[in-house]
């Protein structure tokens, strides 16, 4: 049964991606998956991330059980609206894909409730605790529920070539995590310093998150615009129609639970989810009353533990790259989640020494680096599905990674919470109190910022052990190559695989420059007065000349193979 053309917002010509290519754009690269997301987990670190908790216990001072249980609580809502929202996209059907839609809406509604989580009024406990849980659903039930689960789908859908999907992922991973954190980490806490905590400084806080908040539009706009879903366009036609029925959730469901691969890589997603909420909502706790006893003197420290501890991830695309294609994903993560394991165990068991724990933050974040491909190891999980059942699981799986990033960041801001209710938290009155936390508060602050990393690093290595789904990927992509075409020439239609489609392109673009190099010459003989059939002999000759030493060289390296 065919999908119905659609019409409406979508459909408009001025909300067509800019990308238009097979192959995968530099502009895609650094737009689409870098810059936008970049700036929109910078409003989210900013936002809901660790200043949020601070907010609630530093500014606002609210504290107790029922706020240390209501992250927890209030998944049971993320989790519904997250299944119905992976629903919503399967169904989706416009020209501009079934995910990049919803990543345009989401900006606004991000850009709304990011304000709301601040404007708690001054009034009563109970009235704050009911503003509280409001905007708190508001912002991680629908507004980042509705951004997370499409800009999860899109490295899966991007493209069925794994070294460009490769590149993504990593562009993708390196705008969300290191950039963001960086500067978030780096210039929040110098502006709180500067601001203050405490129930006076809440106005302050409400502009600045406030101003924060607004930049998730200009971040889903460039997401939107700078991206293209290859793999859902492969079954619209030249008409608009989207061939593809919409499978039954069951269906997805059981695909799912009965591949391993899908079940492990969730499994890792889970486990990094957890440990990194844990590591980044406890930082600058552990800053400022562990590796110092005030919140002005852990501010500096803040800084040198981003700026030291995260500097190694600037270099992961550089050097990961190389190391990903050489080895593989799988056997690089291994490796290096070791290394991070380790790097965790230094900090951990030398709290009191600054600068063996800046040794463990570098060797920690140099071991992290694979953590980049983790979006393009879901997407050769999702191909493996399609391979295994003939069709996709785009929308479960995409439901089941925004429950688990709302989850374990509930379940990471509820630990912090009963932590600090547990052990004895003294709440500093001003930037500047000295106050020296209870051992057992400093021991847990420790444990949340590398006790557990550690574990989940050691966990991360094990399964990739079993993640073997990277050496089956071209016998996959030449299976579903041939049953798309195979569908297509049932129906009477002429199919070209992702790669026939790149190769024609490339073949268009260097017949193009060809002619202009010849346009060019030409015009250059004429105003010099040379012959053009010589110069043309000449190019040719080097041409040749060049071809021939990239040829010896190639033979070169394959003899040394």
């Known amino acids: 049964m065919k999908a119905k053309k659609k019409t409406g917002l979508f459909s408009k010509r001025f909300m067509n991606s800019r990308i238009t290519s097979a192959n995968t754009q530099k502009s895609e690269m650094w737009l689409g998956y870098f810059a936008g997301p ?73 850009a709304i409730t990011g304000c709301l ?8 406990y109970q009235v704050q605790l009911v503003w509280i849980i409001i905007s708190y659903n508001l912002f991680f039930a629908l507004a980042f529920t509705i951004y997370n ?30 950039i963001p954190g960086f500067l978030v980490t780096i210039i929040l806490p110098i502006m709180i310093q500067k601001f203050g905590v405490g129930t006076g400084a809440q106005d302050t806080w409400i502009r600045m998150m406030s101003t924060i908040s607004i930049l998730a539009i200009p971040a889903t706009l460039l997401e939107y615009y700078f991206t293209k879903e290859r793999v859902t366009e492969e079954a619209i036609n030249d008409s608009g129609e989207n061939r593809t029925e919409v499978v039954p959730m069951s269906k997805q469901i059981k ?30 706790y552990f800053c400022n009353w562990v590796l110092s006893n005030s919140v002005d003197g852990g501010t500096g420290l803040q800084v040198l533990v981003n700026a030291i501890g995260q500097a190694p991830l600037g270099l992961g695309i550089v050097i990961l790259w190389p190391l990903v294609h050489k080895f593989g994903k799988r056997r690089v993560a291994q490796v290096g989640f070791l290394a991070s394991a380790a790097g965790s165990l230094l900090i951990l068991t030398n709290t009191g020494s600054f600068t063996l724990v800046m040794v463990g933050l570098v060797i920690k974040s140099f071991g992290a680096l694979p953590t980049y491909c983790m979006m393009a190891q879901l997407a050769e999980a999702l191909d493996h599905i399609e391979w295994v059942n003939k ?39 001003s930037t500047a109190d ?33 993640y073997d789904v990277e050496d089956k990927v ?15 020439e049932a129906r009477g239609e002429v199919y070209y695989t992702p790669e026939e489609k790149a190769a024609m392109e490339q073949e268009q673009l260097d017949r193009q420059a060809e002619e202009k190099r010849i346009e060019e010459l030409k015009a250059k003989c004429a105003k010099k007065g040379l012959d053009f059939k010589t110069e043309e002999a000449k190019y040719q000759a080097k041409l040749a000349a060049r071809r021939a030493k990239e040829e010896a060289k190639a033979a070169k390296k394959n003899r040394k193979k």
């Open 391 to 429: 069709f996709r699981a785009d929308g479960f799986s995409a439901s089941v990674y925004a429950i688990i990033i709302t989850v374990t960041a509930g379940i990471g801001q509820s630990i912090i919470l009963s932590g600090i209710h547990a052990f004895g938290y003294i709440a500093p009155a």
């Open 474 to 488: 071209p016998q996959m992509t030449a299976d579903i190559n041939a049953r798309r075409k195979a569908e297509a």
């Open 434 to 466: 000295v106050i020296n936390q209870p051992p057992a508060m400093q021991t847990f602050f420790a444990w949340c910022f590398a006790g557990i990393p550690m574990i989940g690093f050691l966990l991360g290595s094990l399964i990739m052990k079993f």
């Open 255 to 284: 695909a799912c639970f009965t591949d391993r691969y899908w079940l492990l890589i969730m499994g890792f997603i889970v486990i990094y989810n957890i440990y990194n909420i844990l590591q980044t909502n406890s930082m600058l």
């Open 149 to 178: 689960m499409s800009h999860s789908l899109m490295v899966p859908l991007s493209t069925r070539n794994t070294k460009q999907r490769d590149g993504l992922a990593m562009m993708q991973s390196f705008g969300m995590n290191m």
């Open 38 to 110: 970049c700036l929109l987990y910078m409003v989210y670190y900013s936002v809901a991330g660790t200043y949020l908790t601070q907010f609630y216990t530093d500014v606002l001072g609210i504290a107790g059980t029922f706020l240390a249980l209501m992250p927890v609580f209030s998944k049971i809502l993320d989790a519904i609206t997250n299944i119905i929202m992976g629903r919503i996209i399967d169904k989706t059907r416009t020209s501009q894909g079934k995910a990049r839609p919803w990543i345009f809406l989401s900006g606004f509604l991000i």
């Open 117 to 124: 989580l601040f404007m708690v009024p001054k009034a009563s």
